[in-house]
Every structure is written in structure tokens, then in C-alpha cells.
């Protein structure tokens, strides 16, 4: 993906993960109080793994 790939690059990288992952928590608890229904498996979504495996 990157064509230099530094350990700045690997700190940014390993951020922009973080943050992606805490505004999918943040959206999967809000879907689940707006429609009141609790979470049925832990299984990540194949949207989820795609973003993980770039």
C-alpha cells in the first residue's frame, strides 16, 4: 500500500486502525440502542475485515 514503508508510516497506519475501530464501536452501540438489539454475534463484518486486511 505504501510504497516507503517507515516506522512513521507503520505508527500512522496503526492510528488510523484505532480510530476506525473506536468509530465502529461507537456506530454499532448507537445502532443497537436505536433499534434495542443486542449484539448477535461478535463476528466481525466482511466491511470490517476488508478495511483490517489493507
Do not use: H, N, Q
Not at 13 to 21: F, K, S
Not at 28 to 36: L, M, N, P, Q, T
Not at 39 to 52: E, G
Request: zero cysteines; proline letters at 9%.
Amino acid at each position: 500500500m505504501f510504497m516507503r514503508a517507515g516506522p512513521e508510516v507503520d505508527a500512522r497506519a496503526e492510528a488510523a486502525m484505532g480510530w476506525v475501530r473506536d468509530l465502529v464501536r461507537v456506530v454499532v452501540r448507537v445502532v443497537i440502542a436505536e433499534k434495542g438489539m443486542p449484539p448477535i454475534s461478535r463476528a466481525p463484518r466482511p466491511s470490517v475485515v476488508k478495511t483490517a486486511a489493507l
